[in-house]
């Protein structure tokens, strides 16, 4: 069984730092791209980063480039998003992903989902 989980939510100032992780299990991941997407109230899911398989600096939606980064351990199946200088717009869920592509990742390509953690961030 495929799981995706996701910790390292909670509820912070702006200005705060937080970061995710996500641990891998059930299957290899071998070749997989691993990323992270969130879903604030009301609003659809939405791309935040993801990393390749190979590692790298990873690529990110506009509006957290410069505040977030994202790494990964391929020998503990983890993902990591230190997510720094945290707005109230960053408020919402945030979900692990997990997807084969090697092309830009989306919604629509992601293969395995975490059940997602919330982040908070109060004014």
């Known amino acids: 069984q495929v799981q995706l989980v996701e910790s390292g939510g909670g509820l912070v100032q702006a200005g705060d730092s937080l970061r995710l992780s996500c641990a891998a299990s059930g299957r290899t991941f071998s070749g997989y791209s691993m990323g992270w997407f969130r879903q604030a109230p009301g609003k659809e899911r939405e791309f935040v980063a993801a990393i390749r398989w190979s590692g790298g600096n990873g690529y990110f939606t506009d509006s957290v480039k410069g505040r977030f980064t994202i790494s990964r351990d391929n020998a503990k199946n983890t993902v990591y998003l230190q997510m720094n200088s945290l707005k109230p717009e960053d408020t919402a869920v945030y979900y692990c992903?997990?997807?084969?592509?090697?092309?830009?990742?989306?919604?629509?390509?992601?293969?395995?989902w975490g059940k997602g953690t919330l982040v908070t961030v109060s004014s």
């Open positions: 992903a997990a997807d084969h592509n090697i092309a830009i990742m989306t919604v629509r390509s992601v293969d395995y």
